[in-house]
T-cell receptor
Framework: GAVVSQHPSWVICKSGTSVKIECRSL??????MFWYRQFPKQSLMLMAT?????????EQGVEKDKFLINHASLTLSTLTVTSAHPEDSSFYIC?????????????FGEGSRLTVL | QKEVEQDPGPLSVPEGAIVSLNCTYS??????FMWYRQYSRKGPELLMY????GNKEDGRFTAQVDKSSKYISLFIRDSQPSDSATYLC???????????FGAGTILRVKS
């Protein structure tokens, strides 16, 4: 069964509104979660690292005020796209490390497809 | 130059064929090498994982890493239509969980 649950799986919103995407680790606690964005026919781009109990770490070029990340508990991280615009339309995917240590083995959620009209 | 280069394909093969997927990279600090499989509109799924150079086999899948050439490969034997997906190579360095992904190769296995 799924290890990482992401919700909603797809969302359509009007330009200017905010959208919240949830990522839940189902089987274990995760002090760190990762948020990726994937445009059609392109690779996954790391947006930010979500840290439980502290501020998220954003990658270069990612606006922290635009993409708000909250790691509320050891099993939940949320990504809020604020004042969404059509160029924010993308596939957003969260991931959780499979094991302790930096090994690169990740469980991915099913992704959330955002369409901004 | 991208850190990781991967031919996007699509790659079309008949059922039963041996498939070879490849990535090259430029960052010598990469230590962890992975292949993820992604079906349409789904999240990626870890397929193979290798630390440093060498080969690893798991069923019909074999992963090879040649750090001296900065080149990794994934071989799929006896390919099946269910193998049709996008295959993403991914690499990590000291901070292994911060992966750099290739663009993904679309594979189509025809029955």
């Amino acid at each position: 069964g799924a290890v990482v649950s992401q919700h909603p799986s797809w969302v359509i919103c009007k330009s200017g509104t905010s959208v919240k995407i949830e990522c839940r680790s189902l089987d274990f606690q995760a002090t760190t979660m990762f948020w990726y964005r994937q445009f059609p026919k392109q690779s996954l781009m790391l947006m930010a690292t979500s840290n439980e109990g502290s501020k998220a770490t954003y990658e270069q070029g990612v606006e922290k005020d635009k993409f708000l990340i909250n790691h509320a508990s050891l099993t939940l991280s949320t990504l809020t796209v604020t004042s969404a615009h059509p160029e924010d339309s993308s596939f957003y995917i969260c991931s959780v490390p499979r094991r302790a240590g930096n090994t690169g083995e990740l469980f991915f959620g099913e992704g959330s497809r955002l369409t901004v009209l | 130059q991208k850190e990781v280069e991967q031919d996007p394909g699509p790659l079309s093969v008949p059922e039963g064929a041996i498939v070879s997927l490849n990535c090259t990279y430029s960052n010598s600090a990469f230590q962890y090498f992975m292949w993820y499989r992604q079906y349409s509109r789904k999240g990626p799924e870890l397929l193979m994982y290798t630390y440093s150079s060498g080969n690893k086999e798991d069923g019909r899948f074999t992963a090879q890493v040649d750090k001296s050439s900065k080149y990794i490969s994934l071989f799929i034997r006896d390919s099946q239509p269910s193998d049709s997906a996008t295959y993403l190579c991914a690499m990590g360095g000291k901070y292994g969980n911060k992966l750099v992904f290739g663009a993904g190769t679309i594979l189509r296995v025809k029955s």
